[in-house]
């Protein structure tokens, strides 16, 4: 089997990019994907060049399987990995899944913290051992490419760890990856946590190390950094440091950084980094995390000047206040690309540019009606317009009980608003009707009369996809229901409408029963 992680550079100087968006950020509470959305932003990690795509766990559900076999069979260029737990009915399903993939790898993990050990195992650290040893023999029969994780690494005992990492070298993985699960870790401890490992581990050699740090300290860049620096060679990360709790470290920010600072690393990674901020774009209209506007790299402010002194200093020289150039991570004008008279062809190609190709003409037509029903309201149609239009059809495309048939509200000074809308149901038409606080306020309750979700609003914001007031609203609607979270998103040049198509959206995920395992609790 092929693999496709250091194909330009030496492994000295190659950096590998394992980018788990797909199973660790989805991990991040009401960022669930569809396996449709999933082969997408795969799509996208692969035209970045990222080496590795983590693309779920596939024992979680049946879906979660779909989707991992889904990415497998779609990317041709990035090594498509599953995660398992080190127990053999994980590692079986991962290898099914990844079977189809042109490179797979198989990365299992259990915790080998005092912590972890003693009260969720139950295990002694010899029983650790064993099962680590025997995960990894197991994957081998799928794949040589195989990755083994210490969970909470960031809290094990260095001495424990070394016994591991030898056992399970020795056993077959060839990437040892050491996640700080916590997020628990300083730069200069973890910098030198890895430096020892590799000193220390007989085997060492024999393995690429790797870590995986997760940001509660708001550190996980500058410790995988750190890591990189003492001879990590491998850094997991996310886009839009998505992830568990307060997420992984960022891709975006890994990747500039070393590129950035030459000066300061031994390797360089091989992503071609004009495509961060169109996926950065892709993975928040599809999960509905909106990115900060002064998030390094992706945020909207990244490169934007606003005191005087600042914007003279870059109009003189540019150098004088950027370190990066905007085009090089992908920031362009928004450029018209079609418009009400462009055709089918046009359409279908500018979509294939960013990544989006149709599985039949049916597909291709509907997409294509929604386009020139958007074209009619809003005079020039960009790319943004045209990612969030793929992104609504396949919302729309899911299992779907609650639709849209019509809305209508009323809001005018001096009078309470009033919304009128019909629902389809289960293919049952209904009507609602409501008045509410403001325009929003009236829709939601409107649409609540119906469906009767018992969720509670945990957030609502709306974005403007692209300038102008003709531009589209992209509304987030966030709801809670028993201790699960999911985002609704919903797009149209009409808030009002958008944010009718957010909520609908948030009410059909939680009207679907929650079947999934959780990787590192394994509730279900
Ligand atoms: O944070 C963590 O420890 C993980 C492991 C499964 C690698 O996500
Ligand atoms: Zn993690």
Redesign the pocket.
Same mark, same amino acid.
Request: charged share 25%.
């Given at each position: 089997m092929r693999r496709c992680e250091s194909e330009h550079m030496n492994d000295k100087d190659h950096l590998i990019i394992f980018d788990t968006t797909l199973r660790?950020g989805e991990q991040s509470p009401g960022a669930s994907m569809t396996r449709e959305e999933k082969v997408r932003i795969a799509k996208a990690l692969e035209k970045l060049r990222v080496d590795v795509i983590e693309a779920g766990f596939p024992i979680a559900s049946p879906g979660d399987f779909a989707a991992v076999k889904a990415v497998a069979a779609s990317v041709k260029d990035s090594t498509v990995c599953g995660?398992a737990r080190a127990l053999d009915g994980d590692i079986d399903r991962a290898g099914e899944a990844l079977a189809g993939a042109n490179s797979a790898r198989i990365h299992t993990?259990i915790a080998t913290s005092p912590i972890h050990m003693e009260k969720k195992l139950r295990m002694s650290p010899d029983e650790v051992v064993v099962q680590a040893v025997r995960a990894v023999q197991r994957a081998r029969r799928y794949t040589d490419n195989v990755e083994f994780?210490p $969970?909470?690494a960031g809290r094990s005992e260095t001495d424990f760890l070394c016994r591991v990492l030898e056992a399970v070298i020795e056993a077959g993985a060839q990437t040892v990856?050491i996640?700080d699960?916590v997020g628990y870790n300083v730069p200069y401890q973890f910098g030198d946590l890895i430096r020892t490992l590799i000193e220390r581990v007989p085997n060492s050699d024999k393995a690429v190390f790797s870590v %995986?740090c %997760?940001n509660d300290l708001g550190l996980a860049t500058a410790n995988s950094l750190a890591a990189v620096r003492n001879g990590a060679r491998q850094v997991e990360c996310t886009v839009n440091g998505l992830g $568990?709790r307060a997420g992984n470290a960022s891709l975006e920010e890994v990747v500039m950084a070393v590129r950035t600072r030459q000066d300061h690393f031994d390797c360089d990674t091989r992503l071609d980094t004009t495509q961060i901020v169109p996926c950065s774009r892709l993975v928040s209209g599809i999960t509905g995390f909106a990115v900060q506007p002064n998030k390094a790299v992706v945020g909207a402010n990244a490169f934007a000047h606003e005191a005087g002194i600042h914007q003279d200093g870059v109009l003189k020289h540019r150098e004088t206040y950027e370190i990066m150039r905007a085009q090089d991570v992908g920031w362009t004008d928004n450029r018209m690309v079609l418009g009400k008279h462009s055709g089918r062809n046009a359409f279908r190609s500018r979509l294939q540019d960013l990544g989006v190709t149709f599985a039949s003409e049916e597909e291709l037509n509907a997409a294509f009606s929604r386009f020139k029903d958007l074209a009619d309201k809003k005079h020039e149609v960009f790319d943004e317009d045209l990612q969030t239009l793929v992104t609504e059809a396949s919302l729309e495309a899911t299992n779907e009980r609650v639709k849209l048939i019509s809305l209508r509200v009323c809001s005018e000074t001096g009078e309470t608003p009033k919304a009128n809308l019909t629902l389809a149901l289960d293919g049952e038409e209904k009507p609602g009707i409501s008045i509410g606080g403001g325009p929003v306020d009236a829709t939601f309750k409107a649409i609540e009369t119906i469906v009767d979700s018992g969720a509670v609003l945990k957030l609502y914001s709306v974005n403007a996809i692209t300038s102008g007031t003709d531009a589209q609203g992209e509304v987030t609607v966030r709801l809670e229901k028993g201790g699960r979270i999911v985002n609704g998103q919903g797009a149209d040049t009409d808030i009002v409408i958008a944010s009718a198509k957010a909520y609908i959206n948030a009410c059909n995920k939680i009207l679907q029963p929650r079947e999934r395992a959780h990787?590192?609790t394994g509730d279900v």
């Amino acid at each position: 089997m092929r693999r496709c992680e250091s194909e330009h550079m030496n492994d000295k100087d190659h950096l590998i990019i394992f980018d788990t968006t797909l199973r660790d950020g989805e991990q991040s509470p009401g960022a669930s994907m569809t396996r449709e959305e999933k082969v997408r932003i795969a799509k996208a990690l692969e035209k970045l060049r990222v080496d590795v795509i983590e693309a779920g766990f596939p024992i979680a559900s049946p879906g979660d399987f779909a989707a991992v076999k889904a990415v497998a069979a779609s990317v041709k260029d990035s090594t498509v990995c599953g995660l398992a737990r080190a127990l053999d009915g994980d590692i079986d399903r991962a290898g099914e899944a990844l079977a189809g993939a042109n490179s797979a790898r198989i990365h299992t993990f259990i915790a080998t913290s005092p912590i972890h050990m003693e009260k969720k195992l139950r295990m002694s650290p010899d029983e650790v051992v064993v099962q680590a040893v025997r995960a990894v023999q197991r994957a081998r029969r799928y794949t040589d490419n195989v990755e083994f994780s210490p $969970e909470d690494a960031g809290r094990s005992e260095t001495d424990f760890l070394c016994r591991v990492l030898e056992a399970v070298i020795e056993a077959g993985a060839q990437t040892v990856n050491i996640p700080d699960t916590v997020g628990y870790n300083v730069p200069y401890q973890f910098g030198d946590l890895i430096r020892t490992l590799i000193e220390r581990v007989p085997n060492s050699d024999k393995a690429v190390f790797s870590v %995986h740090c %997760h940001n509660d300290l708001g550190l996980a860049t500058a410790n995988s950094l750190a890591a990189v620096r003492n001879g990590a060679r491998q850094v997991e990360c996310t886009v839009n440091g998505l992830g $568990e709790r307060a997420g992984n470290a960022s891709l975006e920010e890994v990747v500039m950084a070393v590129r950035t600072r030459q000066d300061h690393f031994d390797c360089d990674t091989r992503l071609d980094t004009t495509q961060i901020v169109p996926c950065s774009r892709l993975v928040s209209g599809i999960t509905g995390f909106a990115v900060q506007p002064n998030k390094a790299v992706v945020g909207a402010n990244a490169f934007a000047h606003e005191a005087g002194i600042h914007q003279d200093g870059v109009l003189k020289h540019r150098e004088t206040y950027e370190i990066m150039r905007a085009q090089d991570v992908g920031w362009t004008d928004n450029r018209m690309v079609l418009g009400k008279h462009s055709g089918r062809n046009a359409f279908r190609s500018r979509l294939q540019d960013l990544g989006v190709t149709f599985a039949s003409e049916e597909e291709l037509n509907a997409a294509f009606s929604r386009f020139k029903d958007l074209a009619d309201k809003k005079h020039e149609v960009f790319d943004e317009d045209l990612q969030t239009l793929v992104t609504e059809a396949s919302l729309e495309a899911t299992n779907e009980r609650v639709k849209l048939i019509s809305l209508r509200v009323c809001s005018e000074t001096g009078e309470t608003p009033k919304a009128n809308l019909t629902l389809a149901l289960d293919g049952e038409e209904k009507p609602g009707i409501s008045i509410g606080g403001g325009p929003v306020d009236a829709t939601f309750k409107a649409i609540e009369t119906i469906v009767d979700s018992g969720a509670v609003l945990k957030l609502y914001s709306v974005n403007a996809i692209t300038s102008g007031t003709d531009a589209q609203g992209e509304v987030t609607v966030r709801l809670e229901k028993g201790g699960r979270i999911v985002n609704g998103q919903g797009a149209d040049t009409d808030i009002v409408i958008a944010s009718a198509k957010a909520y609908i959206n948030a009410c059909n995920k939680i009207l679907q029963p929650r079947e999934r395992a959780h990787p590192q609790t394994g509730d279900v």
